[in-house]
């Protein structure tokens, strides 16, 4: 007894893994584990009855978290999206304008990925998306099938990293930080994944160009009358778009001082990036606007396709995360507008149904629902755990650890790569992470640079084989049987599983790749976030001593007559209620140090 008593915070956390390992579901996995502890804590004398009585309050503060809100907003976005038809178009498109180059169609994969990933924020909409539509084409003109399989996962897979990313909300939440911070965090590293992913297929283009084939000539099926690809006219608006967004981002503190009516010194590089963006694709869609309208000619058939398939959701992503970086609307608001911009786009394409309607609701439903009762079956076991002094077990296991602060992130890391065999991010991110943050805040771990760590992280849970999700979904859709194709008519052979199981390596090693720089270059994330205030006490005490100097009157004013046997040099008394012991100065000075902390 003396020993259950000792050690019963590890051997509450070993009861939870063998609940996972005997296959119980996850949230009642948690829920049970943590209700039976805390059961038998109250019996040992270790947690108080009253303990319990929190559990409910805990249960509608989850209800009541607004926050939780943009979960269902950003799934139902990405869904009405995705069904709309847009993820077809743009690969289409995207297809036939990097076609001519080799690698062309896995170029036009991380592109379209990196886009799907910025409106959809799921991963199994992407990788099912890009599967379907994808994987036939590339198939059929000679991908080595590990390529094709690998780019499309991983590809799908960036819509964890890229905001609007689900687990960036749910992160935030158990970090206690804010969604709009975390968004800026990661917007440099899912775009540099997003690079990392095309200078990888840039490699096998050089090096190994039978396995990433150009598209043949009878393929590209968008050209001019004359047979011309129709390119010059698409490169100048592209340069014109691309010199006015350049423009704008160099004198963005100009506009921002503008806009605002005062003085701004410094903006933010997410900032500045998004916003230049929008104004460049704003004006390429004006331009293609006008040149249809009023019939002028000047945009190719490609020029003109292009613009009108992948401004719209451009100006989609820019308006949601525009509105969130400016601090113009929180992310459940921004994830409001993303849904309703989708509910547009959907509607004027033609493709918004009652049935598309229905479907997106029906998922979103069971996804939110999904979140949520994880969430309670953490908040549970989480309630029970702190009372039986767990976070000090786990400070004592993870704080001592030779290295410090870098001891600490390698064996972090190491952990999270392995538990991501077994666990998705959704129980990761609801498990493990209460455990780490406090002992990566004592360390002085900024919390949102730990998030975009752990993030890029658990990336991986989705590629590893042979539990990633990725796979599982590119498995469901990818063919199991020889087929002929209709183009062709060739016999296409079909794709194994140790096909997609091997094509996934060479990203996980990109994404442990990611998770290097990001643990040697803190700068990565910590330079988009927004800068803390300094303040200068010593200019602030000499300006308040300035305000509070009372200004001379005229002598004759000032001196009051003196009293009968009074001299008239010494100092007047003190008035009624004044303590000489107020110091204004110190109270303003403690206001801004509580602020800072």
């Not at 190994?208 to 050209?223: F, G, Q, S």
């Not at 959701?313 to 608001?333: C, N």
């Not at 700068?523 to 602030?540: E, F, L, P, R, T």
């Amino acid at each position: 007894m003396e020993f259950l008593t000792h050690n019963i915070a590890p051997i509450m956390f070993g009861g939870l893994i063998v609940f996972l390992l005997l296959g119980f579901p996850v949230a009642f996995s948690l829920g049970a584990c943590g209700l039976f502890f805390g059961f038998i804590g109250i019996e040992l004398g270790l947690l108080p009855e009253a303990l319990m009585q929190a559990l409910p309050l805990r249960v509608f503060g989850i209800m009541q978290n607004e926050t939780l809100l943009a979960i269902p907003f950003f799934t139902l976005m990405g869904l009405i999206l995705e069904r709309s038809g847009m993820a077809e178009d743009l690969l289409d498109t995207i297809g036939q304008l990097f076609g001519p180059i080799r690698g062309g169609l896995a170029f036009a994969v991380i592109f379209v990925g990196a886009l799907l990933a910025a409106t959809t924020g799921v991963v199994a909409a992407s990788v099912i998306s890009m599967g379907l539509i994808s994987l036939p084409i590339m198939l059929r003109y000679g991908y080595d099938r590990r390529i094709a399989t690998g780019v499309i996962a991983a590809s799908g897979t960036l819509a964890q990293i890229i905001p609007p990313s689900l687990v960036l909300i749910i992160l935030a939440d158990q970090l206690g930080r804010s969604v709009g911070d975390m968004y800026k965090g990661a917007f440099l590293p899912g775009f540099m994944l997003t690079g990392l992913y095309a200078a990888f297929v840039m490699a096998l283009a050089i090096f190994k160009p039978t396995w990433v084939p150009a598209l043949p000539p009878e393929a590209r099926t968008i050209r001019e009358d004359n047979g011309k690809a129709g390119l010059p006219s698409l490169l100048v608006l592209t340069a014109l778009c691309t010199a006015v967004a350049l423009y704008l981002s160099k004198h963005m503190v100009a506009v921002h001082s503008w806009w605002q009516g005062e003085a701004v010194e410094q903006v933010a590089l997410d900032e500045t990036v998004v916003v230049s963006m929008c104004a460049g694709v704003t004006l390429a869609f004006v331009v293609a606007v006008i040149n249809k309208v009023l019939r002028l000619g000047l945009l190719s058939r490609m020029a003109e396709r292009v613009t009108f398939v992948l401004i719209p959701p451009l100006l989609l992503i820019f308006l949601v995360l525009g509105t969130i970086f400016m601090g113009v609307a929180t992310p459940t608001e921004g994830g409001a507008m993303g849904a309703l911009g989708a509910f547009v786009m959907a509607k004027l394409r033609g493709r918004l149904s009652g049935s598309l309607l229905k479907q997106a609701l029906n998922t979103t439903t069971k996804l939110s629902c999904f979140v949520v009762f994880i969430l309670i079956g953490s908040t549970i076991f989480g309630l029970v755990f702190q009372g039986l002094d767990g976070p000090r077990w786990v400070e004592h296991l993870l704080g001592n650890l030779p290295g410090g602060q870098t001891g600490f992130l390698i064996v972090v890391n190491i952990m999270i790569f392995f538990l991501a065999f077994f666990l998705d991010f959704f129980e990761l991110s609801f498990i493990v992470v209460p455990l780490l943050a406090p002992v990566a805040d004592k360390l002085g771990i900024d919390l949102i640079w730990f998030g975009v760590l752990l993030a890029v992280n658990m990336q991986t849970s989705f590629m590893h084989p042979p539990f990633g999700f990725a796979l599982f979904f590119l498995r469901s859709v990818a063919p199991t049987q020889a087929y002929t194709d209709k183009v062709t008519k060739k016999l296409v052979q079909p794709v194994t599983t140790m096909q997609i199981y091997w094509g996934a390596v060479p990203f996980v090693l990109i994404q442990i790749v990611m998770v290097g720089l990001i643990i040697a270059f803190p700068g990565i994330v910590s330079s988009n976030m927004d800068k803390a205030a300094v303040y200068d006490m010593d200019q602030i005490r000499l300006q308040m001593e300035a305000e509070m100097q009372p200004s001379e009157p005229p002598q004759d004013e000032l001196a009051p007559e003196p009293q009968d046997g009074a001299d008239p040099a010494s100092p007047a008394p003190e008035a009624d209620g004044a303590s000489a012991e107020d110091d204004p100065l110190k109270a303003a000075q403690d206001a801004i140090n509580a602020e800072k902390k």
